[in-house]
């Protein structure tokens, strides 16, 4: 009697690690594409040949240029979470990435928006595809996240 409750319980832990391991492949795309978006896909203003000119005659990159590489970071950091819940075993661990799955998502939409932004031209690249690309990647990842925080409190 004992072993069919073991077995049983088992089969349950079974089921959250695949859910685990599924969210965690999930969170390894999304980290990619946050890191690849701005630029290869939707690329920013600088792949376009668009610098800011200094009145000294220098050329700068513009501000989407410092999103796009801060979002190679975030991009890292989500992949790094993604591996992280395909190899954990703990509910309570799975749990906690999900929550810092979550706070990614929100920077990841935040750095586009108000942390560093992006050019002020809506016609430029970063504006009409970059920008709207990483905010919705960025909710993707809260979603992520939160189904994560979910399916651990549901199995554990």
Request: aromatic letters at 6%.
């Amino acid at each position: 009697m004992w072993a069919v409750g073991h077995q049983k319980g088992a089969n349950t832990m079974s089921k959250s690690s695949t859910a685990g391991k599924g969210l965690g492949v999930a969170a390894i795309v999304i980290g990619f594409l946050v890191a690849i978006v701005p630029h290869y896909v939707f690329p920013v203003c600088q792949y376009s040949g668009m610098l800011v000119e200094t009145s000294a005659g220098k050329y700068l990159p513009m501000k989407c240029y410092w999103t796009a590489t801060a979002e190679v970071g975030l991009g890292a950091m989500i992949v790094l979470v993604g591996v992280l819940l395909v190899v954990s075993k703990q509910a309570e661990t799975r749990r906690a990435l999900g929550a810092i799955l979550s706070a990614l998502g929100i920077v990841v939409a935040l750095v586009p928006t108000y942390l560093i932004g992006v050019c002020a031209m809506p016609d430029h690249p970063c504006r009409a595809a970059t920008q709207p690309a990483l905010i919705l990647l960025g909710v993707v990842t809260i979603i992520l996240g939160a189904i994560a925080i979910l399916v651990s409190r549901s199995r554990s």
